[in-house]
């Protein structure tokens, strides 16, 4: 049974760092073809932001985070963590951790079928 839970979020004023932390009790993530992050600020549609393949070694960014965030996954802990550096205000919103089983592909923002219950990451001015 996949269980994703994230860990991480918190308060932290504009130019500050966070790590955020995936961890899936039930699969190794190497089963999955893409294990990726998502946000969700208010009014708004949730929004891709980044994504590892781990049989592959590839990760994909939106331009929005680019040269901010870095994701990076732990073989031996079984985490996807995303580090978060120069945050900004826009980077307010909850932080969801997905996974995409393996399949056709369809992309590193398409395919996700295991959702974790998101972590909320504020970011003051």
């Known amino acids: 049974q996949v269980q994703l839970v994230e860990s991480g979020g918190g308060l932290v004023q504009a130019g500050g760092s966070l790590r955020l932390s995936c961890a899936d009790s039930?699969?190794?993530?190497?089963?999955?073809?893409?294990v990726g992050w998502f946000r969700q600020a208010p009014g708004k549609e949730r929004e891709f932001v980044a994504a590892i393949s781990w049989s592959v070694g590839s990760t994909h960014y939106a331009d929005s985070v680019k040269g901010r965030f870095t994701i990076s996954g732990d073989y031996a802990k079984n985490t996807v963590y995303m580090q978060m550096n120069s945050l900004k205000p826009e980077d307010t919103a909850v932080y969801y951790c997905?996974?995409?089983?393996?399949?056709?592909?369809?992309?590193?923002?398409?395919?996700?079928?295991?959702w974790g219950q998101g972590t909320q990451v504020t970011v003051s001015s």
């Open positions: 039930g699969r190794t993530f190497s089963s999955y073809r893409m």
């Open positions: 997905a996974a995409a089983p393996r399949g056709p592909s369809l992309g590193p923002t398409a395919g996700y079928a295991y």
